[in-house]
């Protein structure tokens, strides 16, 4: 297991790596755009009409090309081989149909693009975390957009990408929240 860095030092780590055309999928309220490197050509898909009006009030004030969808990231509504990279960070646990969702982002990457994430998944199977996670997950489904915290993610996405690279964490803090982050490329 990796040292944990921080939930922000990872994320800006990652987001760092972006070029090109990026499409973030589930953008919410845009908390992502002050660390996306200026040259970009950005466009946020965001289902959720609340947060995407804050998203796109966040996006009006970030420099460089960005732009709004109003869709699910299960039917992207991209053309295919249109993008140089995807980005996701803790989407994937409030999705509908993961492999939907993974099967969208192959289709609209382009030959030589990647898929960029970060994510929480489920604790370890038998520890007292799963456990919570599980009973935890009917309440978190209604009040936080979907959201089910006891979905191991790793093995979907090694499943629809020819090559991952993939680090597993565990948060530090009062709760153990553990995490995968990386890229996959199609
Ligand atoms: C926990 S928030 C994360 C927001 C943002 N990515 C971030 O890191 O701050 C999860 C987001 O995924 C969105 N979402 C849920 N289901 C989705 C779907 N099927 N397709 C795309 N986005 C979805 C939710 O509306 C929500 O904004």
Redesign the pocket.
Known sequence: MTTWPGYQSLKRSLLATLTGQVLE?????G??LPLLPPAIDWTG????PR?RRALSQAATAAPGPRRILDA???AIPLPSASIDVVLS???LC???NLSA?LSEVHRVLRPGGRFVFMEHVAAPPGSAFRRMQRMIAPITRVVD???DPSRDLAPEIEAAFADVDLTRYTASGLFKIPFIAGTAYP
């Open positions: 999928i589930g953008a919410g309220n908390a992502n898909l965001e289902p959720h947060a699910h990231a299960e960070t803790a989407v409030s999705v509908d969702v957009r979907g959201c």
